[in-house]
């Protein structure tokens, strides 16, 4: 079955409410109209209603019966209990003043809806930074119990392949210990895509063809990944067509059950994260979905600002999908 059509199977009926920070860009509500009249989610805009309206009308986009938040106008004590909710999560480093002033910004608004549980998630980033999605969910969400960092992964498909690439969206240079974090918590999120997870911890060494200090890391990861994780096949270090290929696997790594079948890539740096997924999207003609961020206690998503209304409806699937993880 086509990979949306799955997800959508898996999220269908269960009324799943994803907020939509950004009312005033078009492709949201394109986005959000399409997800609106399948009935697949429930779509929640934030932003001025006459002004996203005008927007849609001018877009020629039917909203129908889209709920649109003007979280700038809000009776005050809905904003007050949203704002003490932030004091609590915060724990003393926030104050209610400042708890106050978040709130005027869509993100950390969409966010603190997430963390009340009055959404179930939240998709922004189409015309917002990363940093400005990351820092409100890392500050009232919080990541998952037993994990320390969130990262940034990427879906790549096309046809029936289907791959998930980390980190390429979020940490510069993690270290041993954070790259086997980041290898496990991406295994555990690859079976939300129907990928049975074989992970694959890059280099440009393959079991030990060179050396040096970035090698070494790569070998202390993989070594901690697999302590964290037993029952899951990871492995490395590899290079990459040493993880892809099963000839150069079978020359490289012959007793490797991960080499030449890797679908899960955990990359050293942020550097070659990023430049690979994007080699793999406009050389290789895959379709690549996110930074999808991995971590947290609840499902945010951070779109590419080059986004498409395409992937903006199916970046809300699978955050819909993180839901019912």
């Known amino acids: 079955m086509e990979l949306f059509e799955?997800?959508?199977?898996?999220?269908?009926?269960?009324?799943?409410?994803?907020?939509?920070?950004?009312?005033?860009?078009?492709?949201?509500?394109?986005?959000?109209?399409?997800?609106?009249?399948?009935k697949v989610l429930k779509p929640i805009v934030l932003g001025n209603p006459d002004e996203v309206h005008k927007l849609a009308a001018d877009s020629a986009i039917d909203l129908g019966d889209v709920e649109?938040?003007?979280?700038?106008?809000?009776?005050?004590?809905?904003?007050?209990?949203?704002?003490a909710a932030i004091v609590d999560r915060r724990k003393g480093k926030t104050d209610d003043a400042k708890a106050h002033d978040w709130l005027k910004d869509p993100n950390y608004f969409g966010t603190t809806l997430v963390y009340m549980n009055k959404v179930d998630g939240m998709v922004s980033g189409a015309i917002h930074a990363t940093s400005d999605t990351v820092r409100p969910a890392?500050?009232?969400?919080?990541?998952k119990p037993g994990v320390s960092l969130i990262s940034g992964s990427f879906l790549l498909q096309k046809g029936d392949q289907r791959f998930l690439f980390a980190d390429s969206g979020i940490n510069i240079n993690p270290n041993?210990?954070?790259?086997?974090?980041?290898?496990?918590?991406s295994a555990d999120f690859a079976k939300a895509f129907d990928i049975d997870p074989k992970v694959a911890m890059l280099s440009f060494s393959t079991k030990g063809s060179a050396k040096g200090e970035m090698v070494e890391k790569v070998q202390e990861a993989t070594q901690m990944a697999q302590e964290k994780a037993p029952n899951v096949p990871i492995d490395?270090?590899?290079?990459?067509?040493?993880?892809?290929v099963p000839s150069v696997a079978a020359k490289k790594a012959p007793d490797s059950k991960v080499a030449g079948h890797a679908n899960v890539f955990i990359f050293p740096d942020l550097n070659s994260g990023n430049i690979s997924y994007k080699i793999a999207e406009r050389l290789?003609?895959?379709?690549?979905?996110?930074?999808?961020?991995?971590?947290?206690?609840?499902?945010?998503?951070?779109?590419?600002?080059?986004?498409?209304?395409?992937?903006?409806?199916?970046?809300?699937?699978?955050t819909a999908v993180q839901a019912l993880q």
């Open 6 to 38: 799955s997800l959508k199977q898996k999220i269908n009926g269960k009324n799943i409410s994803i907020v939509f920070p950004e009312g005033n860009d078009a492709r949201i509500l394109g986005a959000v109209s399409r997800l609106s009249k399948e």
């Open 68 to 83: 649109i938040v003007d979280y700038q106008n809000l009776p005050q004590a809905q904003i007050d209990e949203m704002a």
């Open 138 to 143: 890392l500050q009232i969400i919080k990541t």
């Open 176 to 185: 041993a210990e954070q790259l086997a974090e980041i290898a496990v918590v």
């Open 236 to 244: 490395g270090e590899f290079q990459f067509d040493a993880a892809f």
């Open 284 to 318: 290789g003609g895959f379709e690549a979905m996110g930074p999808l961020l991995q971590g947290l206690n609840k499902p945010v998503s951070d779109l590419s600002r080059g986004s498409s209304e395409d992937e903006v409806y199916k970046v809300a699937i699978i």
